[in-house]
């Protein structure tokens, strides 16, 4: 995916935080970030997603 490519589900950004310990034993942290595409969310909310019919008698 190109980065400025936007699906119409959108993008989803996470960060993650990493701890590790090196060989004398020194705390590392960091935080490592994922950029990908959303997962499609189903309707988009327009009037045409949704069938309002009449009630049933």
Partial sequence: MSDRA???A???LA???H???DAAERALLWAAHTLRAAAPS???GTAWDRADLPPRP
Avoid: F, N, P, Q
Wanted: net charge positive.
């Fill in 6 to 8: 936007v699906t119409h």
């Fill in 42 to 44: 189903g309707a988009a």
């Fill in 10 to 12: 959108g993008r989803a």
């Fill in 19 to 21: 701890l590790a310990y």
């Fill in 15 to 17: 960060r993650r935080h």
